[in-house]
């Protein structure tokens, strides 16, 4: 099994900066991609950056420019470092992580619990 730890939430002004960060624990042979959602409650989950484990990377519109995505593979962990934050930001922030846990076996998805981030004056 595999179990994910998201850290980093919390409350920010317009314009503040916050780092989420995502632990990967268990059986994990390689994690192939690292990204990041959000949702606002009452409305579809959101795609916002990931990260491949070339170091490939791609983000939502809403974001480019202001936030990156980092990942430490040495300690299975990724990063969403989140700057220039604005109110519409606000959100539940969630991690998935697309596991191979043996070697030429498919991936399978895990999410993190969310976190909460909330951006206001």
């Known amino acids: 099994q595999v179990e994910l730890e998201e850290s980093g939430g919390g409350l920010v002004q317009p314009g503040g900066s916050l780092r989420l960060s995502c632990a990967a624990s268990?059986?994990?042979?390689?994690?192939?991609?690292m990204a990041w959602y959000r949702q606002v409650p009452g409305i579809h989950r959101e795609f916002i950056a990931a990260?491949?484990?070339?170091?490939?990377?791609n983000y939502a519109d809403s974001v480019k420019g202001r936030f990156s995505i980092i990942r430490d593979n040495a300690r299975n962990t990724g990063y969403l470092q989140m700057n220039n934050l604005k109110p519409e930001d606000t959100a539940i922030y969630y991690c998935?992580?697309?596991?191979?846990?043996?070697?030429?076996?498919?991936?399978?998805?895990?999410w993190g619990q969310g976190t909460q981030v909330t951006v206001s004056s």
């Open positions: 990260m491949a484990s070339g170091g490939g990377s």
């Open positions: 268990g059986k994990i042979w390689t994690i192939a991609t």
């Open positions: 998935k992580v697309s596991v191979r846990r043996n070697p030429g076996r498919p991936t399978a998805d895990y």
